[in-house]
T-cell receptor, first 114, second 113 residues
Framework: EAGVVQSPRYKIIEKKQPVAFWCNPISGHNTLYWYRQNLGQGPELLIRYENEEAVDDSQLPKDRFSAERLKGVDSTLKIQPAELGDSAVYLC????????????FGSGTQLSVL | GENVEQHPSTLSVQEGDSAVIKCTYSDSASNYFPWYKQELGKGPQLIIDIRSNVGEKKDQRIAVTLNKTAKHFSLHITETQPEDSAVYFCAAIDSGGYQKVTFGTGTKLQVIP
């Protein structure tokens, strides 16, 4: 069974440029999460989807971050414009359902903003 | 909201020795406590979990204990091996409520051969 797939693995951009990350969750997993992990820290939730609905985006900086999961399967997280402080690893995770607490993570996208 | 503290931040042990990582949480409603292992360049991977209705759970060389009264839980790794070297994260979840996962800050474990 394929795990959570993320791309790209690495991204280097200059500040003020846009960037997008893509995630394909495990087949059949209805719940999808985007986390941000700063160096030496634990993951912090940005947004959680139940199918195509964003049920928790309270930690998403909406002035520059956006996300979508149009068909309730794969998802895209976008930053526009990127700032130096956005440098981090962006992790996607999925779980079978909202009541299933076991999260399966992708390998993440390491973003460097110069 | 929930706050999870994790100690130590780094831990070095000789191969074959035991390692213990401790976490405390603040929200008494939290009832599910997973532990994740993150190897370099990879996402966190669930290695063991415990629910609030049990005090201890064991899976081969790893075990987790929970003291609900004191609001702390610990990960125990026995007979450590070099491949145990990684960053370990604890987490706390209120499964019956909002189900937000709050992670600790991580412990970098180094097993010295």
């Amino acid at each position: 069974e394929a795990g959570v797939v993320q791309s790209p693995r690495y991204k280097i951009i200059e500040k003020k440029q846009p960037v997008a990350f893509w995630c394909n969750p495990i087949s059949g997993h209805n719940t999808l999460y985007w986390y941000r992990q700063n160096l030496g820290q634990g993951p912090e939730l940005l947004i959680r989807y139940e199918n195509e609905e964003a049920v928790d985006d309270s930690q998403l900086p909406k002035d520059r971050f956006s996300a979508e999961r149009l068909k309730g399967v794969d998802s895209t997280l976008k930053i526009q414009p990127a700032e130096l402080g956005d440098s981090a690893v962006y992790l996607c995770a999925s779980s079978f359902s909202a009541s299933n607490e076991k999260l399966f993570f992708g390998s993440g996208t390491q973003l460097s903003v110069l | 909201g929930e706050n999870v503290e994790q100690h130590p931040s780094t831990l070095s042990v000789q191969e074959g020795d035991s390692a213990v990582i401790k976490c405390t949480y603040s929200d008494s409603a939290s009832n599910y406590f997973p532990w994740y292992k993150q190897e370099l360049g990879k996402g966190p991977q669930l290695i063991i979990d415990i629910r609030s209705n049990v005090g201890e759970k064991k899976d081969q060389r790893i075990a987790v204990t929970l003291n609900k009264t004191a609001k702390h839980f610990s990960l125990h790794i026995t007979e450590t091996q070099p491949e145990d070297s990684a960053v370990y994260f604890c987490a706390a979840i209120d499964s019956g409520g909002y189900q937000k996962v709050t992670f600790g800050t991580g412990t970098k474990l180094q097993v010295i051969p």
